[in-house]
């Protein structure tokens, strides 16, 4: 299981004020045209991405993001078309657009479905990377169902299995904490590998990742696809709890664990070389970013540089 954890050293990290990094975020992305609305999901995804440890998928990845708007690879204002929908399935095209926004809001929708139907599945095709599975799948398990999320992208690509991002939200009895679960999909092989990545792109018409890999990875056109599942629609949501329970609650116990209660801190734990970076823009565009001070972390942090948004979770 691939962890919440970076590992990093814990001199490595400073913390920052949530609001603050949040402002900086809009303002950087609503320079390069994107509507508000859409870049509080994706702030809200790249900062929920850092608080689970997940920081190659949070804000370290900004500046790649703005440099392919610049260069025209990602359309900061693309439109989500419906291109089929059905009671309990859609397909949808994100026209070249920010991945995060592309599946918050499949999640949404499938979890509609799923509430209707008991079931919501729902692919995206012609989209950008989305960053974090996991805090896209929790979107589900935030509101009492099961999620799963997955892409064709695949970090390492040697064959047409590739090794694709796989994640789990599971609701827990524990109101204030979902259970998120994250693999790698060749852990299992590379035929089930071959079988998530066809998931995404066979069901999108698209060619596996291989076949049409760039070099920057926030380039590949990637292919999304999110569920969600109503335990309501199948039994009882309280009587599958109350069995699970025990072993929810053991699983909570490990690093595997994103907890609600991490949005209460409101300090976001980041990279020092992101922070460096983040400070860089701040100065230039005149935007305040405050550090906090934090149990795990020395008195010695960079000064200050010259609730939830809607479409998110709870902080990851």
């Known amino acids: ?51 689970c440890g997940m920081s190659a998928e949070g804000i370290g990845s900004l500046p790649q993001f703005l440099d392919a708007m610049d260069l025209g690879d990602i359309d900061p204002r693309a439109r989500i078309i419906t291109l089929r929908d059905t009671p309990a399935a859609a397909l949808l095209d994100g026209s070249t657009g920010m991945g995060h926004v592309a ?4 999640m ?3 979890i509609e479905k799923a509430r209707a139907v008991g079931t919501g599945t729902v692919v995206i ?6 960053g974090d599975v996991g805090v896209i799948a929790r979107l ?24 694709h991002a796989l994640a789990w939200g599971l609701p827990t009895p524990d109101a204030s904490a979902s259970l998120v679960v994250r693999e790698r999909s060749l852990k299992f092989g590379d035929a ?14 698209a060619e596996p990742m291989s076949r049409k890999r760039k070099a920057n990875r926030v380039t590949n056109t990637v292919e999304h696809l999110v569920q969600a599942m109503d335990p309501d629609q199948f039994g009882s949501r309280e009587t599958l709890l109350a069995k699970w ?14 907890s609600n209660d991490a949005e209460a801190s409101h300090a976001v734990p980041l990279q020092a070389g992101d922070v460096q970076v983040l400070l860089e823009f701040a100065a230039k565009f005149n935007v305040e ?28």
């Open 1 to 51: 299981m691939e962890p919440n954890s970076s590992h990093t050293d814990a001199a490595e990290i400073t913390h920052v004020d949530r609001a603050s990094l949040t402002a900086l975020i809009l303002k950087l992305l609503q320079r390069k045209g994107m509507f508000a609305a859409e870049a509080e999901i994706v702030a809200a995804r790249l900062i929920e991405a850092d608080l």
């Open 103 to 106: 599946t918050t809001r499949a």
């Open 108 to 110: 949404l929708l499938a």
């Open 125 to 130: 095709k012609n989209s950008r990377l989305c």
């Open 140 to 163: 589900a398990a935030d509101v009492g169902l099961i999620g799963f999320v997955t892409n064709s992208f695949a970090e390492s690509v040697t064959n047409d299995a590739g090794d």
């Open 192 to 205: 089930p590998a071959l079988a998530i990545g066809f998931l995404a792109a066979g069901l999108a018409g």
């Open 245 to 258: 329970g025990p072993t929810l609650a053991a699983r909570q116990l490990s690093s595997d664990v994103v």
């Open 289 to 316: 970013l405050v550090m906090r001070p934090h149990a795990a972390q020395s008195e010695s942090f960079p000064s200050g540089a010259a609730s939830a948004p809607p479409g998110s979770s709870k902080a990851g």
